[in-house]
């Protein structure tokens, strides 16, 4: 069965721009959630969807901010963009009371 | 505050030899841990986890251990190939639907 497609794969921003990326999670996964990657911080959590609502949100401005469609896809959207938010975004889904997260391949924003 | 932490940024090992990659928690509420490895360009990759209520988890060439009582968790890779050659995450799940990433450990297998 297909992956977890993130588009677009690489953008370039300025500052101050706005940015939204996409995921479609696997197939019957109702759970999306974004994570922000970073040289020297790891995976940092954004936040995760269940069926259309936000669960857990992580420690990140509000800029920062998602939704999910009753598809299960998902967006991210960052306003105001600054430097400091280039990086690999990833999403990952997973089935219902399943614990691995299955990533797709993220999508890589530069802001100039 | 980093609650998952890889303190070696990067690990250097000959083929056919044993890596071994460590990760520490403060939080002795995680009931659960993960491995995932990353390729360039790729999203990571689920590779073995562990339950607090084991203390190992075993598949293949890739052996997890936890360490409760020092909140410390390894990840033993027997024989290492060149493939291997990853960035190597530790994940625990506190329970409210996120993972707490480490900041990786790169692995390079020589040849």
């Known amino acids: 069965k297909a992956g977890v497609t993130q588009t677009p794969r690489y953008l370039i921003k300025t500052r101050g721009q706005q940015v939204t990326l996409s995921c479609s999670p696997i197939s019957g996964h109702r759970s999306v959630s974004w994570y922000q990657q970073t040289p020297g911080q790891g995976l940092q959590f954004l936040f995760e969807y269940f069926s259309e609502t936000q669960r857990n949100k992580g420690n990140f401005p509000g800029r920062f901010s998602g939704r999910q469609f009753s598809n299960s896809r998902s967006e991210m959207n960052v306003s105001t963009l600054e430097l400091g938010d280039s990086a690999l975004y990833l999403c990952?889904?997973?089935?219902?009371?399943?614990?691995?997260?299955?990533f797709g391949a993220g999508s890589r924003l530069t802001v100039l | 505050d980093q609650q998952v932490k890889q303190n070696s940024p990067s690990l250097s090992v000959q083929e056919g030899r044993i890596s071994i990659l460590n990760c520490d928690y403060t939080?002795?509420?995680?009931?659960?841990f993960l491995w995932y490895k990353k390729y360039p360009a790729e999203g990571p990759t689920f590779l073995i986890s562990?339950?607090?209520?084991?203390d190992k988890n075993e598949d293949g060439r890739f052996t997890v251990f936890l360490n409760k009582s020092a909140k410390h968790l390894s990840l033993h890779i027997v024989p290492s190939q060149p493939g291997d050659s990853a960035v190597y995450f530790c994940a625990a799940i506190p329970g409210t639907y996120k993972y707490i990433f480490g900041t990786g450990t790169r692995l390079k297998v020589l040849a």
């Open positions: 939080n002795s509420m995680f009931d659960y």
């Open positions: 562990i339950s607090s209520i084991k």
């Open positions: 990952a889904s997973s089935g219902s009371g399943a614990n691995v997260l299955t």
